[in-house]
DNA sequence: ATTATCTATAGATCTATAGATAATGC
DNA sequence: ATTATCTATAGATCTATAGATAATGC
């Protein structure tokens, strides 16, 4: 029953990869231990020679989920040199991000949640929220270093509430309606103060 | 152990008050229906003959606590009829709404939890969400009816995605920036389009 | 007589642990 | 010999129901 070394690791990160999309998907408190073990091949006894708490996975996997995000941010990015700030909010409103929040950003499905979780978690989000930040200072617009800051908090906190308004409608019209609305509206805010 | 029909009828609203508290606070898998009956002064068992459901309960509770937080905005927004849009903005992303979820807005500390609801559910939050859009159309700036409720929406959606935000990080000082990032920015944000 | 609430419990979860098993890796 | 995983289970939840109890309201 014992696995190498390496299939150990590969298991790891599978738990991992399996609980960033079940959370997403479910909730924290949506999937339970076993299942996700079942769904990685293992048995629920076999978790805890990974974790120590299932807290603890939570703080892995939500980590793991905001990383993919800002991977696949920045390709988005690079891809389009030109505009690339509305491109990015076109593709973080879209309606495939709406209807697919297990492979999306986990500030729009697991946002509310996380201010109920153990400080390590916040912990293991903030540092992927800081380079998000980051990422975003890049392409909006803005004099200084700091108000490209601003600017970038101000468009990812529009794009999480947009995206958390348009799923919580059970209205397919509303719901693009707000996405479309919020898409709209960026490029323009974000010229208004900076550049 | 029968109460009149009156009491029975007080005991619901203390029901729902109570669950739209702890939901907010610990969120809907966060706090039981025993727990809830507890706070009340109320048996477990009693509850099935107020709801036929804890889903049921969570509608009910939903709608009212975005029912509450519509009345205490709009009664801000009138105690301040120049620059409302300033004062309400400053008012959502206070720091005692954020350490206060339990009697704040629904969408900051259950919206990411909403789309994982039942239709019942995210029934009962569309109809104040619409009421809300238009509570906001009436302190934009925008010169048509059509443009005013694009910019409440614009609005909402970055106040909830910025108290999110702030909510989910563990750093005094960060969380404090981004309150302060997403307030200054809404009055600017929302000329640029409109008026 | 009706019925709001209580008591007791069924039946399903869920996290976590203990000890057995069998394959790795020295 | 060490250890990754499995089997089995403890102990704590949680939603929901059935039947008893006692107060209301006809």
Redesign the interface.
């Given at each position: 029953m014992k696995v190498s070394k390496q299939k150990m690791a590969e298991h790891r990160e599978q738990i991992i990869t399996a609980a960033a999309k079940r959370f997403r998907e479910?909730?924290f408190?949506?999937i339970g231990v076993a299942d996700l073990m079942k769904e990685v091949g293992l048995t629920h006894g076999g978790f805890y020679g990974h974790f120590g708490s299932k807290e603890e996975l939570i703080g892995m996997a939500s980590q793991r989920a905001l990383c993919e995000s800002t991977k696949k941010w920045k390709k988005v990015i690079e891809e389009a040199p030109d505009r690339p700030l509305e491109v990015f909010s076109r593709y973080y409103l879209s309606r495939r991000h709406q209807m697919h929040?297990e492979t999306g950003c986990l500030?729009?499905?697991?946002?509310?949640?996380?201010?109920?979780q153990p400080?390590s978690v916040?912990?293991a989000?903030?540092e992927e929220?800081l380079t998000i930040f980051d990422l975003l200072s890049r392409i909006v617009p803005g004099r200084t270093k700091a108000v490209k800051r601003?600017q970038a908090?101000?468009v990812?906190?529009?794009?999480?509430?947009?995206m958390?308004?348009a799923?919580?409608?059970?209205?397919d019209v509303?719901s693009e309606?707000?996405l479309e609305?919020?898409s709209?509206?960026i490029p323009?805010?974000?010229?208004?103060?900076g550049t």
């Open positions: 479910k909730g408190n949506g929040p500030f729009a499905s697991l946002g509310s949640e996380l201010d109920r400080r916040k912990e989000v903030m929220q601003k908090i101000v990812l906190a529009g794009l999480i509430g947009g958390i308004l799923r919580s409608v059970p209205d509303l309606e707000i609305t919020v709209s509206s323009n805010c974000v010229h208004a103060d």
